[in-house]
């Protein structure tokens, strides 16, 4: 079984060849640098660069797979959510190759790929807990199968992939914020500035970050004369310490949210043995290694996706398309992209929408 994956969601345009053998034959990924002047994501440029581009990066997979498009068995496209436009190009770029070839054609939530994407490296079964978290978004969820998820507990405000690029800003340190305050961070002192924990004492699964970032700005003001963000003159000694403590924080309130999780997991689903993060922000070696010390506290197996596979690409896709071919599960042509698509959209919620309870 050969999958082509397309993905165009947000600022990568991408594109992956993987096979049921867990093999990955090609992967292409063209990340825009447009953006960079802006400090995040500008849709309409995001879209037009992935027209400008598609057809070039799939065109560069084939070529080093070594194979022909007649060769692959589906095609599958991320079909939201994410933005529209560049969710739109990946999906009539997949229409048509799966139309001209006469091949089945997959339609995959963006989210469920980077779910999925940890069982292509690693022997993990179903079910198994992920935490998910990337710029967009932010949930725990029991991933029960393909297709099948509940959501335990989710952001209720910011995802942690946009604070953590928030603070970047703020800090006059570039985008994306992620790896930058990461390198920063490994510098600091976490321990120099108090910042909120907000939800931490909720007793349930949901998370929360806005707080958490508008501290992290009163703490900038305070190096300013006139308490504007702009004008504050700091050391990189300031920086490092600030992005130590706020990726503490995060690492805290991850934590502590999982356990809640866990506990749940270990009730609900005494088969499982996994916990999994993915996403962007999953690339974050402290937050790794925060998580992989909770799972060996309470017994479970940490796993998480190489590095190159936490961001967005086509191997994602194309894995998940795998998984869905495999299960017989495949999309009309007419399927419309989705600029929201909740993952465990057809799933009952874990007692009640407020999230699973401590």
């Given at each position: 079984?050969?999958?082509?994956?397309?993905?165009?969601?947000?600022?990568?345009?991408?594109?992956?060849?993987?096979?049921?053998?867990k093999q990955i034959l090609a992967s292409s990924v063209l990340t825009q640098?447009?953006?960079?002047?802006?400090?995040?994501?500008?849709?309409?440029?995001?879209?037009?660069?992935?027209?400008?581009?598609?057809?070039?990066?799939?065109?560069?997979?084939?070529?080093?797979?070594?194979?022909?498009?007649?060769?692959?068995?589906?095609?599958?496209?991320?079909?939201?959510?994410?933005?529209?436009?560049?969710?739109?190009?990946?999906?009539?770029?997949?229409?048509?190759?799966?139309?001209?070839?006469?091949?089945?054609?997959?339609?995959?939530?963006?989210?469920?790929?980077?779910?999925?994407?940890?069982?292509?490296?690693?022997?993990?079964?179903?079910?198994?807990?992920?935490?998910?978290?990337?710029?967009?978004?932010?949930?725990?969820?029991?991933?029960?199968?393909?297709?099948?998820?509940?959501?335990?507990?989710?952001?209720?405000?910011?995802?942690?992939?946009?604070?953590?690029?928030?603070?970047?800003?703020?800090?006059?340190?570039?985008?994306?914020?992620?790896?930058?305050?990461?390198?920063?961070?490994?510098?600091?002192?976490?321990?120099?500035?108090?910042?909120?924990?907000?939800?931490?004492?909720?007793?349930?699964?949901?998370?929360?970050?806005?707080?958490?970032?508008?501290?992290?700005?009163?703490?900038?003001?305070?190096?300013?004369?006139?308490?504007?963000?702009?004008?504050?003159?700091?050391?990189?000694?300031?920086?490092?310490?600030?992005?130590?403590?706020?990726?503490?924080?995060?690492?805290?309130?991850?934590?502590?949210?999982?356990?809640?999780?866990?506990?749940?997991?270990?009730?609900?689903?005494?088969?499982?043995?996994?916990?999994?993060?993915?996403?962007?922000?999953?690339?974050?070696?402290?937050?790794?290694?925060?998580?992989?010390?909770?799972?060996?506290?309470?017994?479970?197996?940490?796993?998480?996706?190489?590095?190159?596979?936490?961001?967005?690409?086509?191997?994602?896709?194309?894995?998940?398309?795998?998984?869905?071919?495999?299960?017989?599960?495949?999309?009309?042509?007419?399927?419309?992209?989705?600029?929201?698509?909740?993952?465990?959209?057809?799933?009952?919620?874990?007692?009640?929408?407020?999230?699973?309870?401590?």
């Amino acid at each position: 079984m050969l999958v082509l994956g397309i993905e165009s969601s947000c600022d990568e345009t991408a594109a992956a060849i993987v096979n049921s053998e867990k093999q990955i034959l090609a992967s292409s990924v063209l990340t825009q640098s447009e953006h960079k002047n802006f400090g995040g994501v500008v849709p309409e440029l995001a879209a037009r660069a992935h027209l400008e581009h598609i057809d070039e990066i799939i065109g560069e997979t084939f070529q080093t797979a070594r194979l022909k498009p007649t060769d692959i068995d589906a095609v599958a496209v991320a079909a939201g959510p994410g933005l529209i436009g560049g969710v739109t190009v990946g999906v009539m770029a997949a229409k048509a190759l799966a139309l001209a070839l006469d091949k089945p054609f997959i339609a995959l939530n963006h989210l469920e790929a980077h779910a999925l994407v940890a069982r292509l490296n690693s022997d993990i079964s179903y079910p198994y807990l992920l935490l998910l978290t990337s710029g967009g978004h932010c949930q725990i969820l029991v991933v029960e199968g393909v297709g099948k998820f509940k959501r335990l507990g989710t952001t209720i405000d910011d995802a942690a992939g946009e604070a953590f690029d928030k603070v970047a800003k703020m800090l006059g340190l570039g985008y994306p914020g992620g790896p930058i305050v990461e390198k920063m961070a490994a510098l600091g002192d976490k321990s120099r500035f108090v910042l909120p924990r907000p939800l931490y004492n909720s007793g349930d699964c949901n998370l929360s970050f806005s707080g958490l970032k508008t501290a992290v700005r009163k703490v900038i003001e305070a190096y300013s004369p006139d308490n504007i963000i702009e004008h504050a003159i700091m050391r990189k000694r300031d920086i490092a310490d600030i992005c130590a403590c706020f990726q503490n924080a995060v690492g805290d309130i991850f934590t502590h949210k999982l356990e809640l999780a866990i506990r749940y997991f270990k009730n609900n689903y005494p088969n499982g043995k996994h916990l999994v993060v993915a996403g962007g922000v999953a690339a974050n070696l402290y937050l790794r290694q925060c998580i992989d010390e909770l799972c060996y506290k309470t017994g479970l197996l940490f796993a998480a996706p190489p590095i190159n596979l936490c961001t967005d690409n086509g191997v994602m896709i194309a894995w998940a398309g795998v998984e869905h071919a495999l299960n017989n599960m495949y999309s009309d042509l007419d399927f419309k992209p989705r600029p929201r698509w909740p993952l465990d959209e057809n799933a009952p919620k874990a007692q009640g929408a407020g999230g699973v309870k401590a």
